[in-house]
């Protein structure tokens, strides 16, 4: 089993940038796929990115790609997230998620593909 905390939540202008870091804990990490998804007040929870467990292959939500970027340090059992250009409609919480299962790339985007979740870390983009 792995552990997941999320940091780096806050508040932002517009425009603005924030670093999203999720830390694992408890197993091998680098073994893990990995993803943020995140969820805003009454709506869905949305997929943002997913890194397998190497680093090398990556899949992003079209919401996000060319303003966010993933990143793993599998040495310090961490990924990251890193938030650009940011806008109001990004304010929610954002989760790390990873999962130690086989998936097929058409899994990556879903939530149940993920057994294992940290509790969130909430970003709010003011205009």
């Known amino acids: 089993q792995v552990q997941l905390v999320e940091s780096g939540g806050g508040l932002v202008q517009a425009g603005g940038s924030l670093r999203l870091s999720c830390a694992a804990s408890g197993r091998i990490f680098s073994s893990y796929d990995a993803a943020w998804f995140r969820q805003g007040s009454g709506k869905e929870r949305e997929f943002l990115v997913a890194?397998?467990?190497?680093?090398?292959?990556?899949y992003y939500a079209d919401s996000v790609k060319g303003r966010f970027t993933v990143s793993r340090d599998n040495a310090k059992n961490t990924m990251f997230l890193q938030m650009t250009s940011l806008k109001p409609e990004d304010t929610a919480d954002y989760y790390c998620?990873?999962?130690?299962?086989?998936?097929?790339?058409?899994?990556?985007?879903?939530?149940?593909?993920?057994?294992?979740w940290g509790q969130g870390t909430q970003v709010t983009v003011s205009s």
């Open positions: 890194i397998r467990w190497s680093g090398g292959i990556t």
């Open positions: 998620a990873a999962s130690n299962r086989r998936k097929s790339s058409n899994d990556y985007p879903f939530a149940a593909a993920y057994e294992y």
